[in-house]
T-cell receptor
Framework: KNEVEQSPQNLTAQEGEFITINCSYSVGISALHWLQQHPGGGIVSLFM???GKKKHGRLIATINIQEKHSSLHITASHPRDSAVYIC????????????FGKGTHLIIQP | GAVVSQHPSWVICKSGTSVKIECRSLDFQATTMFWYRQFPKQSLMLMATSNEGSKATYEQGVEKDKFLINHASLTLSTLTVTSAHPEDSSFYIC?????????????FGPGTRLTVL
């Protein structure tokens, strides 16, 4: 079973700061997902990675397969980025469900 | 983009009743759908994998007779919580895999918050 660890669990920062959230996993994967969950519970898929780096707007996600580690970066953070960010992995491909980290609760203060 | 809907978005029921939650892929066919639940302040946990036309695969510790899953078509999976009890109160969320070349993609529904009194 894959163990997914995220850090930090909680993060409070000032608007404009550069944010980094880390994720490590224990077993080889077919893909890693970064998800955003807002207080109402709904989940938005931010990235799906199997190698390298992806960028979307102010969000950047990287993955190092050899080190079993991924990072999510937010540049020029804004209060609307406040949410829980969750790392999740596919271990067995599309036919398998995801294994989730516990999430990072991010608060961006104006 | 791909859209997955869930109905209802929230439900309150009395202990002992059954509750059905629907998960629909609106603009694509989903060969596989997944059901997750999230207890307060905890991480999401996979409950079961639902494949169209076959029996669902349940994760260890999830009672298949209590959480009935039906995936009768490529766009609809249902989760029925039978004889619900307060400990079943949770946030239930489904996701759907389109089964295309990018097979790891999952699209999430908005979730259903179940409160059992």
């Amino acid at each position: 079973k894959n163990e997914v660890e995220q850090s930090p669990q909680n993060l409070t920062a000032q608007e404009g700061e550069f944010i980094t959230i880390n994720c490590s996993y224990s077993v080889g994967i077919s893909a890693l997902h970064w998800l955003q969950q807002h207080p109402g519970g709904g989940i938005v898929s931010l990235f799906m990675l199997s190698s390298g780096k992806k960028k979307h707007g102010r969000l950047i996600a990287t993955i190092n397969i050899q080190e079993k580690h991924s990072s999510l970066h937010i540049t020029a953070s804004h209060p609307r980025d406040s949410a829980v960010y969750i790392c999740a992995v596919n271990t067995g491909g599309g036919a398998d469900g995801l294994t989730f980290g516990k999430g990072t609760h991010l608060i961006i203060q104006p | 983009g791909a859209v997955v809907s869930q109905h209802p978005s929230w439900v309150i029921c009395k202990s002992g009743t059954s509750v059905k939650i629907e998960c629909r892929s609106l603009d694509f066919q989903a060969t596989t759908m997944f059901w997750y639940r999230q207890f307060p302040k905890q991480s999401l946990m996979l409950m079961a994998t639902s494949n169209e036309g076959s029996k669902a695969t349940y994760e260890q510790g999830v009672e298949k007779d209590k959480f009935l899953i039906n995936h009768a078509s490529l766009t609809l999976s249902t989760l029925t919580v039978t004889s619900a009890h307060p400990e079943d109160s949770s946030f239930y969320i489904c996701s759907a895999n389109p089964g295309l070349a990018n097979t790891d993609t999952q699209y999430f529904g908005p979730g259903t918050r179940l409160t059992v009194l």
